[in-house]
């Protein structure tokens, strides 16, 4: 397994209020994490850095002897109850932070099978020869509409409140996360990004640089040139990792 990971402000915003982790848990397992704050110049960064730093430490600490599709997901959806908590009482404990949140997705890989939990609009996608797709499902205005009928996708991708999300880590005493489980064969690769990527591109046009493009080792660097050449308003992480 080979991960690679690279974040930037974007074009517009003076500050990144995105955060993300990789960890190596041992020879067949890693973490990965995403976390796009809000709550303004003073909050976000502090609302993504304190959810990754909480949800990465209680997996770190607690996954050895963990195995089995349904304990894995209870041990991720207790490292989003201590993210939540942290950022919830930290909000809670001065006015700078009140109100801010951050959205999250994360997976670990165990062998050959990611296992994967998300809060808010910031996805997971699987790239394999079959094609792309995107694993997790934004907690989003516009997603919503989509379900109802109301939005078609195309529609969805530049409707005026596409950035409004129904689901945050921080913003409430608990959150519920939405868990997956996606198996990763040899060549496959699993991609974590905040919205600054998916709100630039195209699934298919990040299937081309992934899967097309040259050396898989350059990707992260060449989706963070498109996304910023497109003009990037917002801040911008991805995490891939290639098995």
Request: hydrophobic residues 40%; negative net charge; charged residues 20%.
């Amino acid at each position: 397994m080979q991960i690679w990971a690279l974040t930037d402000p974007g074009n517009l915003r003076p500050q990144n209020q995105d955060a993300f982790e990789t960890l190596s848990l041992g020879y067949d397992r890693a973490l990965l994490v995403v976390c796009d704050g809000m709550g303004g110049a003073r909050a976000g960064n502090v609302a993504s850095e304190l959810a990754v730093k909480a949800f990465s430490d209680h997996v770190r600490a607690s996954h050895k002897g963990v195995s089995g599709q349904e304990r894995i997901f209870c041990l991720l959806r207790e490292a989003l109850a201590r993210a939540n908590r942290a950022v919830y009482e930290k909000a809670q404990s001065s006015e700078n932070y009140a109100g801010m949140g951050t959205t999250l997705v994360a997976a670990l890989i165990v062998k050959n099978t990611a296992y994967l939990i998300n809060v808010g609009d910031s996805r997971a996608y699987h790239f394999s020869i079959n094609g792309v797709q995107q694993i997790t499902q934004d907690h989003s205005l516009v997603q919503m509409m989509v379900l109802r009928g109301e939005l078609t996708p195309e529609q969805a991708k530049n409707f005026p409140g596409k950035n409004l999300i129904t689901r945050a880590v921080g913003t409430e005493p608990e959150v519920e996360g939405d868990v997956f489980a996606q198996e990763l064969r040899k060549d496959e690769c699993l991609l974590l990004c905040s919205d600054g990527l998916s709100n630039e591109m195209a699934d298919q046009e990040m299937l081309f640089e992934v899967a097309h493009g040259q050396r898989r080792s350059d990707c992260c660097e060449r989706l963070m040139q498109i996304a910023k050449h497109r003009g990037a308003p917002d801040n911008v992480t991805l995490v891939l990792a290639s098995m």
